[in-house]
């Protein structure tokens, strides 16, 4: 990965320069890093069970069904409230104590 050229004059945000700086890190092939919401996100590649704890936004995703650098699927739930998560784990995941 590269880093995002900018002109001299062109005023950056914080975000910007954060990005920036992960993509200037070596970072594993096929890792997908994005900025969201000023934050950055990455994902790992070909994980078939991606589990985000969202702190901002106080709930819990699961992300499933990879295809090339996306994930089809998706359920999200409040702190709070459980997510069934398939199989191999087959349980739903208590996220009470994440309040």
Known sequence: MTAMAHEPHESLTQADVLLEG???LDTPEGFRAELTEGEIVVTPPG??????VDRDTS???????????DYLQS???PFGKSLTLPEPF???LD?????
């Open 22 to 24: 992960f993509l200037a």
């Open 47 to 52: 994980i078939p069970l991606y589990l985000l």
């Open 59 to 69: 709930a819990v995703t699961l992300f499933s069904e990879p295809e090339g650098r």
């Open 75 to 77: 359920r999200t739930a």
């Open 90 to 92: 087959g349980f739903d």
């Open 95 to 99: 996220t009470a104590e994440l309040l």
